[in-house]
């Protein structure tokens, strides 16, 4: 129940396409959902986040959207260029009750081809 | 500011041995967590202190330890070293309450 569900695992898109990568929870506490960028050799960098009273979250080429029903959020990186080329990670946590511990999805390993 | 800063960065050891591993947070940064990531298991949470006191604990055997000093930096220990210990061990911080957390850039521990 505190597991993070990320997809897919690997995804390859052309210089200037939409990058979309989808993660799915069950614990219905969840109450913050960042995602974090990694490239080789590096730690994870927090990307964009968002709370669970929010829709939608912008942040330059880089979108949340988040659907409370499904339980369900999505990255969507617009215009995708061949630096975004990294593993991506969502996670979850419980804001609320103070807890700093991320639960982290396996992570989709994003490759922009020019 | 400067960031998460983790030492070393690499790390070999054998099994048996035990191993500390250092942590400083961000400046004024009281929360560190560690969080152990492997290609099988990817990133999973170790724990967290705050203000010296743990307040998080994951799902790993009492070989992993840690601790927090004064100045909000922390150390990780694993005693008894496995095999499967061989991981890149990664500290973030954050403000205080839970909230955004920074990563360092790691240390990759191998076990032979």
């Known amino acids: 129940q505190q597991q993070v569900k990320q997809s897919p695992q690997s995804l390859i898109v052309q210089k200037g396409g939409i990058s979309i990568i989808n993660c799915a929870y069950e614990?219905?506490?969840?109450?913050?959902f960042p995602w974090y960028q990694q490239f080789p050799g590096k730690g994870p960098a927090l990307l964009i986040a968002?709370?669970?009273?929010?829709s939608e979250k912008k942040e330059g080429r880089f979108t949340i959207s988040f659907n409370k029903s499904a339980k369900q959020f999505s990255l969507h990186i617009m215009d995708s260029q061949p630096g975004d080329s990294a593993t991506y990670f969502c996670?979850?946590?419980?804001?609320?009750?103070?807890?700093?511990?991320?639960?982290f999805g396996a992570g989709t390993r994003l490759a922009v081809h020019p | 500011k400067a960031g998460v800063t983790q030492t070393p960065r690499y790390l070999i050891k054998t099994r048996g041995q035990q191993v500390t591993l250092s942590c400083s947070p961000i400046?004024?940064?009281?929360?560190v967590s560690w969080y152990q990531q492997t290609p099988g298991q990817g990133l999973q949470f170790l724990f967290e202190?705050?203000?010296?006191?743990?307040?998080n604990k994951g799902n790993f055997p009492g070989r992993f330890s840690g601790r927090q000093f004064s100045n909000s930096r922390s150390e990780m220990n694993v005693s008894t070293l496995e095999l499967g210990d061989s991981a890149l061990y990664l500290c973030?911080?954050?403000?205080?309450?839970?909230?955004?957390?920074?990563f360092g850039p790691g240390t990759r521990l191998t076990v032979t």
């Open positions: 973030a911080s954050s403000s205080g309450g839970a909230g955004e957390q920074y």
């Open positions: 614990n219905t506490a969840f109450d913050y």
């Open positions: 968002i709370r669970p009273d929010v």
């Open positions: 996670a979850a946590s419980f804001l609320s009750g103070g807890y700093n511990k991320l639960i």
């Open positions: 400046s004024g940064h009281r929360s």
């Open positions: 202190y705050f203000s010296e006191t743990q307040r």
